[in-house]
């Protein structure tokens, strides 16, 4: 059988999601939005690519679930993206309503499906999947930690002038301003990131870490990054879907780990067949745990803005 992936949101990220997958055979994809026409015409326009690129998956689109039953993956790029000067925060009511609408009718469709969020901001709409869907925690989580520790593997590839594919980098966290880019634990090659740069350039490439996504909508003016963030989301869904087993640094529901109760918070995890089959538990230092408390506390505060507001 082959595998079928839904990919809810057929904007920027949602298409070059539908893009990579077919690029990578993964399985069958089905795009859906709530514009007419859209999913659609995007799904036909990627379908017939294929004999020219060399793949062979059916691509279609719709406007509503009853296409994507069945579905082994999937993921909710469904929102609406950050515009200059607007914090990932700011989205946060709106996009409440599009990932709870979405996670209804796709969990209907799909109950033993695997949820990845990519709509932002983030974590809280992981939170919310989580809540809406009562699936089990290790097949609801996010994409951010594989974006984000690939923009600190680019600025320190860039930096050093070095192969990008030697750099490995730690970022732990929410995704947002309070992220924490782990310097100690990321080396090229195996050797300290320490013994190659000095601590005011180490600095420098975490806050462009930090600021990433503002970065690229600066220069967008209108709209926020995808292609670097649906490579990401697709890494995730290969590793699924081919059970590798990638410890990847995922968005994921934390009961206890790294002493955070009831969030998703950005640690490194094993993605395989069944979504999340391990939490990995690093041992980090007094400063390090002092910054991934304050980035727990910053996706702690936007889920009780989405209680207080669901109380009111
Ligand atoms: N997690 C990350 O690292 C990361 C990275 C990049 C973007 N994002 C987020 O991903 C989301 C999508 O970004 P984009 O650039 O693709 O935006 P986009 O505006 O290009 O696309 C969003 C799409 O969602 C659709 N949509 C809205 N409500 C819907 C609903 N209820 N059901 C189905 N579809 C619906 C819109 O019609 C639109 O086509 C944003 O929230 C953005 O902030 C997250």
Same mark, same amino acid.
């Given at each position: 059988m082959r595998k079928k992936i839904t990919v809810v949101g057929a904007g920027n990220v949602g298409a070059n999601c539908a893009v990579n997958l077919?690029?990578?055979?993964?399985?069958?994809? #089905?795009?859906?939005d709530v514009v007419d026409g859209i999913p659609q015409g995007k799904g036909l326009d990627i379908l017939e690519s294929g004999p020219i690129e060399g793949y062979d998956v059916?691509?279609?689109?719709?406007?509503?679930?009853?296409?994507?039953?069945?579905?082994?993956? #999937?993921?909710?790029?469904?929102?609406?993206?950050?515009?200059?000067?607007?914090?990932?925060?700011?989205l946060l009511m709106a996009n409440y309503e599009v990932v709870k609408t979405a996670t209804e009718k796709a969990d209907a469709a799909?109950?033993?499906?695997? +949820?990845? $969020?990519v709509t932002n901001p983030l974590d809280?709409?992981?939170?919310?999947? $989580?809540?809406?869907?009562?699936?089990?925690?290790? /097949?609801?989580?996010?994409?951010?930690?594989?974006?984000?520790?690939?923009?600190?593997?680019?600025?320190?590839?860039?930096? $050093?002038?070095?192969?990008?594919e030697n750099v490995t980098a730690v970022v732990l966290g929410g995704h947002g301003d309070t992220m924490v880019p782990v310097t100690r634990l990321s080396s090229v090659a195996g050797i300290p990131l320490s013994e190659l740069l000095d601590q005011a350039t +180490?600095?420098?490439?975490?806050? /462009?870490?930090?600021?990433?996504?503002?970065?690229?909508?600066?220069? $967008?003016?209108?709209?926020?990054?995808?292609?670097?963030?649906s490579a990401a989301a697709v890494e995730m869904v290969e590793s699924i879907?081919?059970?590798?087993?990638?410890?990847?640094?995922?968005?994921?529901?934390?009961?206890?780990?790294?002493?955070?109760?009831g969030l998703y918070v950005g640690v490194p995890v094993k993605l395989g067949s069944k979504g999340i089959e391990r939490i990995y538990e690093l041992r980090l230092t007094a400063e390090e745990k002092a910054q991934l408390a304050k980035s727990a506390a910053a996706v702690e505060e936007l889920i009780q803005v989405i209680q207080k507001k669901l109380t009111a």
């Open positions: 077919a690029h990578k055979e993964l399985g069958d994809v #089905v795009l859906v059916r691509i279609t689109g719709a406007n509503d679930y009853e296409p994507t039953t069945n579905s082994d993956i #999937v993921v909710i790029t469904a929102g609406f993206p950050r515009k200059p000067g607007m914090s990932r925060d700011d799909s109950p033993n499906a695997i +949820l990845i $969020l809280a709409m992981c939170w919310t999947a $989580l809540q809406v869907s009562k699936f089990p925690k290790h /097949r609801v989580f996010g994409m951010a930690g594989v974006l984000d520790s690939a923009r600190f593997r680019t600025f320190i590839a860039q930096e $050093l002038q070095v192969s990008v +180490l600095d420098r490439l975490v806050q /462009r870490t930090r600021d990433g996504g503002a970065e690229i909508v600066k220069y $967008l003016k209108t709209g926020s990054a995808y292609y670097a963030p879907l081919k059970d590798k087993k990638k410890v990847l640094p995922c968005a994921a529901y934390l009961e206890g780990e790294y002493g955070i109760h």
